[in-house]
């Protein structure tokens, strides 16, 4: 496996100070000897090795002997070739659909609540089809479950722990439609689970660049001794085998099952669900395996396992609201569009026909528009429904629908944490689900001295009403469990120098057994009245990615309504009020 860009936490003794180009680093020193023990290896083939660098330099006749602190940044990985898989193909065509479209002879104004992800690229494709959003977000910042803040020392915390995969392929070219590729730190292609039962060691899954998919993931699993034995592999794959030979029929029969009942029911070990699937059903939905559908793990699979860079991660390179949300809404507004903050919906304002006449803000105001789309949490939704609507079946299955509680830790330690790496880790904790040293991962937050864990406390439901105190406390005993000599609980070791915990009572929809047939499509039976938002009808799961495909979807389904919604006789863009 290659080494590069592996290096984010090292143990480093050297002599002299002088900047050189090395391998695996950007900069460090140039000295008498570097000697770099790679704790952060542990559970690794780099497991106890160690690199000595020995080069005898003077500088104007002086011998340096001193001992100077290593800057260590690593490099990322480079963007892997997404271009020419299927996926990535498809999603550019349904991209490319809204600028290759007949231009409207009058625009459409679209009124769009909820500045999240959905409704940020609701309003993106409109714009490129040649009509004119107007989005509404409640709060004074934009992501919605993405959203971040900067705090008074300038520091960003997060509402959740983010990466991007390569099988993200409608993300991915929303990223190249803005032009900011560049702002995804790929990593290298692996899964790194910590080891509960060797504390501070962690076991990977390494998927080789030279192999095709899915022969690189099988190599990964096959080659990890260390959380699965080979009896326990075999069990696995011949349960998985209906999977295989079912295809997309055979998974989405199992919705109506656990991850528990269908491991058990295929005669697959427990171990196997203990050692790998706990961790991956926190990670995917914030719940265990006895919650989450089944469902929900075989389309992971299917979406990480079929493309080769399927389950490589990247992070994004700063906050989310400035180097994501904001490049749409500069493409939005170039294209004629608006986002307005601080735009909190009170009521949904109906015709004498039952459709939608306007959205009442809760300052008083009335906006008007020729389409509405609701692209908020499925939760929010509920809230607002006009009684009128909520036997309709269509929005009467939206019940089954409820958002999981999350909770998201950062804390920010006195010193720099070795036992880490440069990449996203399953902590196999019964607390915590997944985290990152946000201070290597991340440019924006890189810090050569001190480290911030970003952590993602599920499940929280037993949680998400207990003081910030308290679950500072339970992250701690968890947490000196994964450093075992670098942290403990009572911070005698490591010290916390300040920490946020962000709660988020109701985030994606809680992935049980028998949801999928409740996931309501785009177009909703109310004439002019859409949805958008990872929990409506798409192929991929409650992610970012199936947030922003579920904003194409619908602003695809408001283009092809464009002779109807046009016929509505609405009133001109310039006449749509904002008014009191």
């Excluded at 080789?208 to 993931?217: H, I, Y």
């Excluded at 949300?325 to 304002?349: D, Q, Y």
């Excluded at 929010?380 to 939206?398: A, G, N, R």
Aim: charged share 25%; aromatic share 10%.
């Amino acid at each position: 496996m290659p080494q590069c860009g592996c290096v984010s936490a090292v143990n480093v003794t050297l002599n002299c100070n002088n900047a050189v180009k090395v391998k695996d680093f950007q900069y460090v020193s140039r000295s008498c000897r570097l000697k770099l023990h790679s704790g952060c290896f542990s559970g690794s083939e780099f497991m106890g090795t160690s690199l000595s660098y020995a080069y005898n330099h003077v500088i104007k006749g002086r011998s340096f002997n001193d001992v100077y602190p290593l800057q260590v940044r690593c490099i990322d990985y480079p963007r892997p070739e997404l271009e020419n898989t299927v996926n990535f193909l498809e999603a550019a065509q349904l991209s490319a659909s809204f600028l290759t479209s007949l231009r409207p002879s009058k625009p459409l104004k679209v009124v769009i609540a909820g500045a999240g992800l959905a409704g940020l690229t609701t309003a993106k494709y409109l714009a490129d089809a040649g009509h004119q959003p107007l989005l509404l977000e409640a709060r004074d910042v934009l992501g919605g479950k993405v959203a971040a803040w900067k705090d008074s020392d300038g520091d960003w915390y997060e509402t959740g722990l983010h990466v991007f995969f390569g099988a993200y392929p409608n993300v991915q070219n929303l990223f190249g439609e803005l032009g900011i590729n560049d702002r995804l730190q790929w990593k290298e292609h692996s899964m790194i689970f910590a080891m509960p039962n060797k504390p501070g060691e962690f076991s990977r899954f390494d998927f080789p660049e030279v192999l095709p998919a899915p022969l690189n993931g099988i190599w990964a699993i096959l080659r990890n001794n260390e959380m699965l034995t080979w009896p326990e592999k075999v069990k696995f794959a011949i349960g998985l085998l209906p999977a295989i030979v079912g295809g997309q029929t055979y998974v989405e029969a199992q919705d109506g099952l656990t991850v528990k009942e269908w491991m058990k029911k295929q005669g697959v070990p427990e171990r196997v669900t203990d050692e790998v699937f706990i961790a991956m059903s926190k990670a995917l939905n914030f719940i265990n395996p006895d919650e989450l559908s089944m469902q929900c793990i075989l389309i992971a699979l299917n979406r990480f396992l079929q493309e080769k860079h399927g389950s490589k991660i990247a992070f994004l390179d700063g906050n989310p609201p400035e180097r994501l949300c904001a490049p749409i809404v500069n493409h939005i507004r170039s294209l004629g569009g608006e986002v307005m903050l601080n735009s909190r919906i009170k009521r949904i304002e109906l015709n004498n026909d039952g459709t939608v006449k306007a959205f009442l803000l809760s300052n008083g105001s009335m906006v008007e528009g020729d389409a509405f789309v609701f692209a908020t949490p499925v939760d929010i939704l509920k809230l607002l429904l006009p009684e009128s609507w909520k036997e309709i079946p269509y929005f009467k299955k939206l019940e089954k629908l409820v958002g999981v509680p999350v909770i998201n830790v950062h804390i920010w330690f006195d010193r720099k944490l070795r036992n880490t790496y440069d990449h996203l880790l399953f902590s196999r904790s019964s607390l915590l689900s997944v985290y990152a040293d946000m201070s290597v991962a991340c440019k924006e937050y890189y810090n050569p001295d001190q480290s911030m864990l970003e952590l993602v406390f599920a499940p929280a439901e037993e949680w998400i009403s207990r003081s910030d105190q308290d679950i500072i406390d339970a992250t701690m005993r968890e947490l000196a469990k994964l450093f075992p000599d670098e942290i403990s609980a009572d911070q005698s070791k490591a010290k916390i120098l300040k920490y946020r915990v962000v709660k988020t009572p109701r985030s994606v929809y809680k992935t049980v057994p028998d949801c999928e047939p409740c996931r309501p499509l785009q177009k909703s039976p109310i004439e002019g009245f859409y949805l958008a938002g990872d929990y409506t009808k798409q192929k991929y799961l409650a992610s970012m990615e199936g947030a922003v495909l579920s904003g194409k979807l619908c602003a695809m389904d408001i283009v092809k309504d464009y002779e109807l919604l046009a016929a509505r006789g609405s009133k001109s863009y310039a006449e749509v009020s904002i008014s009191s």
